[in-house]
């Protein structure tokens, strides 16, 4: 199967600053990517879904402007924790999709605040 | 709106046993079906889907799934359980069309005894 790649796997940060993740399909491009949040013995719960070129559409309850999300290309999507909070930590996980085909996951990223 | 259910939070299944893991979903149109694992702090690796064809899908590491139309269900199964497939499990549905976003059960955590 195709390839994604998520950058950093794990980071700690202060509380107060921000944070970006990356996602990158290394053998495809992807038209779609979907960024989702993992609680602790909870499920993913899809937070945003951006398209290439175009802004993100956030999932009901999610705010666009803690959780930034860009699709510059076809390859790198990016989401920026803003201003984290020890709330925000969290296993954030992305998947990419080209044209509506099977979607690929990253191997997450673990965000600590402290 | 697309949902999936896990109604099991827990399996426990004896090593060698058969094991099952139920999942249900609801989606309008023809549904998109998808298992995938995690373990401990890691992404999603995925196991088996069902796009189209026949009901019964085998997958990666001896797993299968039987899609069931009327029954709107997607189990997962394994003739016989090994100590290793120890881990979390997720059953998740993706509509085609409207933004091909993929939503997720609960979760099942399957433990097998040696």
């Known amino acids: 199967g195709a390839v994604v790649s998520q950058h950093p796997s794990w980071v700690i940060c202060k509380s107060g600053t921000s944070v970006k993740i990356e996602c990158r399909s290394l053998d495809f491009q992807a038209t779609t990517m979907f960024w989702y949040r993992q609680f602790p013995k909870q499920s993913l719960m899809l937070m945003a879904t951006s398209n290439e070129g175009s802004k993100a559409t956030y999932e009901q309850g999610v705010e666009k402007d803690k959780f930034l999300i860009n699709h510059a290309s076809l390859t790198l999507s990016t989401l920026t924790v803003t201003s984290a909070h020890p709330e925000d930590s969290s296993f954030y996980i992305c998947?990419?999709?080209?044209?509506?085909?099977?979607?690929?996951f990253g191997q997450g990223t673990r965000l600590t605040v402290v | 709106a697309q949902s999936v259910a896990q109604p099991e939070d827990q399996v426990n299944v004896a090593e060698g046993n058969p094991l099952t893991v139920k999942c249900t979903y609801s989606v309008s149109g023809n549904p998109y079906l998808f298992w995938y694992v995690q373990y401990p702090n890691r992404g999603l690796q995925f196991l088996l889907k069902?796009?189209?064809?026949?009901?019964l899908v085998k997958g990666s590491y001896g797993f299968e799934a039987e899609f069931n139309k009327s029954q709107t269900s997607f189990h997962l199964k394994k003739p016989s359980a090994l100590v290793s497939d120890s881990a979390l499990y997720f059953c998740?549905?993706?509509?085609?069309?409207?933004?091909?976003?993929?939503?997720f059960g609960a979760g099942t955590r399957l433990f097998v005894k040696a």
């Open positions: 998740a549905v993706r509509a085609n069309t409207g933004g091909f976003k993929t939503i």
């Open positions: 069902y796009i189209t064809g026949d009901n």
């Open positions: 998947s990419a999709s080209s044209q509506g085909a099977e979607a690929f």
